[in-house]
């Protein structure tokens, strides 16, 4: 399986105890620090990979990946506590200033601060702490794959699509004048047309939807059409056609915008909880890469077993209406996730670690789909 860098990242900052960690650092809550470290990473691959596109510039990016130690990312929690993130953090930043400099540097920092409500020094560390993290999984993959610098080189600029999904658009478009993004430039013109392209066709769909609906409903229903952008853009990005993207945009803020006020059981949200579910089993497949990492997602997998377990009972709360929006959204996932089950579990070593945690999740979700 090809190397995806994005995903690796993703495994080692996005869950447990390192996430909460770097939440009550910077201030945000777990899922916000979660989404941000989904954007600023990327970014930082980015503004490495066009740092290493420059003549004077690859025999830097290539020693300093190379001048770090990859059990690092072994003991990320550690590093985490006892005060000594202050230092984690100024090694990353110093990085950061070197490789890709002060002035880009500034510019990223201030970005990564607009798109998470972050202040400057709370941003300053966010980037400080994933430099290490960032530079640490390219030397470790590095290693594993006994690359020489051309090698190097190759692997990050295989990178360039799942950096270009990975950018969320208004960061893209945020960074897009500094020309951070330039080495993957040529990925986000298409990418950031399609998303906008859904983005567009599904508000029109749901405004007629909201035009009629007062208070509280259309509140409801202006995260409705939020949540359906950001699904057809999600599946695009993990490999969609762009026109179905599109479509599947437009009938999904239609189906949800309707059925909106059905998916609340007192306070509770239930389509937000099963999505954060669904949300989290992809990540977890998309990292499984061998068996040591299906062993490190497993914990990832029993979480979203025992979370379904727990939204039982509410989702039989809801009325006939909400169950069947919440079947369609979960049916609407099934045909991807899968697909990513069976491409972990036949993997060399895999299906003897997860198998039976994926049949029971799998089992829970097919209930859900109806």
Not at 87 to 109: F, K
Not at 186 to 191: E, I, K, N, V
């Given at each position: 399986m090809p190397t995806n860098l994005i995903n690796i990242i993703g495994q080692l900052l996005g869950s447990g105890d390192t996430l909460s960690k770097i939440a009550s650092l910077v201030g945000l809550t777990p899922d916000r620090t979660q989404s941000t470290i989904g954007a600023a990473a990327p970014a930082i691959l980015a503004g490495l990979l066009g740092v290493g596109q420059q003549p004077s510039g690859r025999d830097k990016l290539v020693a300093a990946v190379r001048d770090q130690d990859p059990s690092l990312l072994d003991n990320l929690g550690a590093m985490l506590g006892g005060g000594n993130e202050k230092s984690?953090?100024?090694?990353?930043?110093?990085?950061?200033?070197?490789?890709?400099?002060?002035?880009?540097?500034?510019?990223?920092?201030?970005?990564?601060?607009?798109?998470?409500?972050?202040?400057?020094?709370?941003?300053?560390?966010?980037?400080?702490?994933?430099?290490?993290?960032?530079?640490?999984?390219?030397?470790?993959?590095?290693?594993?794959?006994?690359?020489?610098?051309?090698?190097?080189?190759?692997?990050?600029?295989?990178?360039?699509?799942?950096?270009a999904s990975a950018l969320p658009a208004d960061l893209a478009k945020e960074l897009g004048p500094s020309g951070l993004l330039s080495s993957v430039s040529d990925r986000l013109g298409a990418t950031a047309d399609t998303v906008a392209r859904a983005g567009s066709s599904t508000a029109h769909a749901a405004r007629e939807q909201a035009s009629s609906s007062g208070g509280m409903l259309r509140w409801i229903i202006g995260l409705a059409i939020l949540a359906a952008i950001l699904w057809?853009?999600?599946?695009?990005?993990?490999?969609?056609?762009?026109?179905?993207?599109?479509?599947?945009?437009?009938?999904?803020?239609?189906?949800?915008?309707e059925s909106a006020s059905n998916l609340f059981v007192g306070d509770v949200n239930v389509g937000n909880?099963?999505?954060?579910?669904?949300?989290?089993?992809?990540?977890?497949?998309?990292?499984?890469?061998?068996?040591?990492?299906a062993e490190a997602a497993l914990p990832a997998l029993n979480e979203a077993t025992s979370r379904l377990d727990q939204l039982g009972g509410l989702v039989g709360q809801l009325p006939a209406e909400g169950r069947s929006a919440l079947a369609a959204m979960v049916s609407s996932a099934m045909p991807q996730l899968e697909s990513l089950a069976a491409q972990a579990m036949n993997l060399p070593g895999v299906g003897g670690v997860i198998k039976?945690?994926?049949?029971?999740?799998?089992?829970?979700?097919?209930?859900?789909?109806g």
């Amino acid at each position: 399986m090809p190397t995806n860098l994005i995903n690796i990242i993703g495994q080692l900052l996005g869950s447990g105890d390192t996430l909460s960690k770097i939440a009550s650092l910077v201030g945000l809550t777990p899922d916000r620090t979660q989404s941000t470290i989904g954007a600023a990473a990327p970014a930082i691959l980015a503004g490495l990979l066009g740092v290493g596109q420059q003549p004077s510039g690859r025999d830097k990016l290539v020693a300093a990946v190379r001048d770090q130690d990859p059990s690092l990312l072994d003991n990320l929690g550690a590093m985490l506590g006892g005060g000594n993130e202050k230092s984690l953090i100024e090694t990353g930043t110093g990085l950061l200033g070197s490789l890709l400099g002060q002035s880009n540097l500034g510019t990223l920092t201030g970005a990564i601060g607009k798109f998470a409500g972050l202040n400057q020094g709370s941003s300053s560390s966010l980037l400080g702490l994933l430099a290490p993290v960032v530079l640490g999984a390219i030397r470790r993959e590095d290693k594993k794959q006994d690359l020489d610098a051309d090698g190097l080189m190759r692997m990050l600029n295989d990178q360039k699509d799942s950096i270009a999904s990975a950018l969320p658009a208004d960061l893209a478009k945020e960074l897009g004048p500094s020309g951070l993004l330039s080495s993957v430039s040529d990925r986000l013109g298409a990418t950031a047309d399609t998303v906008a392209r859904a983005g567009s066709s599904t508000a029109h769909a749901a405004r007629e939807q909201a035009s009629s609906s007062g208070g509280m409903l259309r509140w409801i229903i202006g995260l409705a059409i939020l949540a359906a952008i950001l699904w057809a853009a999600y599946q695009f990005l993990a490999g969609g056609k762009a026109p179905d993207a599109v479509e599947q945009a437009t009938d999904a803020a239609t189906q949800i915008s309707e059925s909106a006020s059905n998916l609340f059981v007192g306070d509770v949200n239930v389509g937000n909880e099963v999505t954060g579910v669904l949300d989290s089993v992809t990540n977890a497949f998309n990292g499984i890469t061998d068996a040591a990492s299906a062993e490190a997602a497993l914990p990832a997998l029993n979480e979203a077993t025992s979370r379904l377990d727990q939204l039982g009972g509410l989702v039989g709360q809801l009325p006939a209406e909400g169950r069947s929006a919440l079947a369609a959204m979960v049916s609407s996932a099934m045909p991807q996730l899968e697909s990513l089950a069976a491409q972990a579990m036949n993997l060399p070593g895999v299906g003897g670690v997860i198998k039976p945690t994926v049949d029971a999740l799998m089992a829970q979700l097919r209930a859900l789909a109806g």
